[in-house]
Nanobody, 132 residues
Framework: QVQLVESGGGLMQPGGSLRLSCAAS????????IGWFRQAPGKEREGVSC????????YYTDSVKGRFIISRDKSKNTVYLQMNSLKPEDTAVYYC?????????????????????????WGQGTQVTVSS
């Protein structure tokens, strides 16, 4: 089972940028869908973005479209989330998760990759705080 470690969180002013990293070990990500989720205090965990590690297909939830970019580096077995134009409402603990999928591209393009129940492997989370 793949193990995941997130990094890159921190405190940023509104309008700023952060890049989160999700480093995987224990297995190649070649057949996985990697999802980024976030959970703010008192709220449910929500899917933010996800990517098919095989072909790079990506999905974004409406609230981050045009601001966040998900990418992967196969050589480093790492997935990134570039977060631009940050807003206070982006404040949350961000988690990455891995879903071993036989149909990764379909799960991504359909948006099914935002369902937390699909994922067995989760990172420990990294805090992102957007505040002036």
């Amino acid at each position: 089972q793949v193990q995941l470690v997130e990094s890159g969180g921190g405190l940023m002013q509104p309008g700023g940028s952060l890049r989160l990293s999700c480093a995987a070990s224990g297995d190649s990500l070649a057949h996985y869908v990697i999802g980024w989720f976030r959970q703010a205090p008192g709220k449910e965990r929500e899917g933010v973005s996800c990517i098919s590690s095989n072909d790079g297909s990506a999905y974004y939830t409406d609230s981050v479209k045009g601001r966040f970019i998900i990418s992967r580096d196969k050589s480093k077995n790492t997935v990134y989330l570039q977060m631009n134009s940050l807003k206070p409402e982006d404040t949350a603990v961000y988690y990455c998760a891995a879903d071993f999928a036989l149909d990764p591209m379909y799960r991504v393009v359909s948006g099914l990759c935002t369902r937390t129940a699909n994922y067995l492997s989760w990172g420990q989370g990294t805090q992102v705080t957007v505040s002036s």
